[in-house]
């Protein structure tokens, strides 16, 4: 079945970095866009950024120039590197990935970003 881990959140201070992974099974990685939602306590799940199958990407204004999203299609695995980080990035975040059809998620990782 489809698998979808995430790993890489933390606690990090203001203006620091983390860089998120997403591990897939399951599916032919390489033809499937990949997302990255986050969810902050209280609030919708939001979208973050989103890469295609052929490494096209696209960025929420509030995350523009400090976010890259990248996939390595040999290791299955899509990753966000967040720089610059403020506390308003302390949320859940969540790889997806689907067809149109179904969607499928991660079990999310936290990201705190706290002095």
């Known amino acids: 079945q489809v698998q979808l881990v995430e790993s890489g959140g933390g606690l990090v201070q203001p203006g620091g970095s983390l860089r998120l992974s997403c591990a897939a099974s399951g599916i032919i990685f390489s033809i499937y866009a990949m997302t990255w939602y986050r969810q902050a306590p209280g609030k919708q799940r939001e979208l973050v950024a989103t890469i295609s199958s052929g490494g096209s990407t696209n960025y929420a204004d509030s995350v523009k120039g400090r976010f890259t999203i990248s996939r390595d299609n040999a290791q299955n695995t899509v990753y966000l590197q967040m720089n610059n980080l403020k506390t308003e990035d302390t949320a859940v975040y969540y790889c997806?990935?689907?067809?149109?059809?179904?969607?499928?998620w991660g079990q999310g990782t936290q990201v705190t970003v706290s002095s």
């Open positions: 997806k990935t689907g067809n149109g059809v179904r969607w499928y």
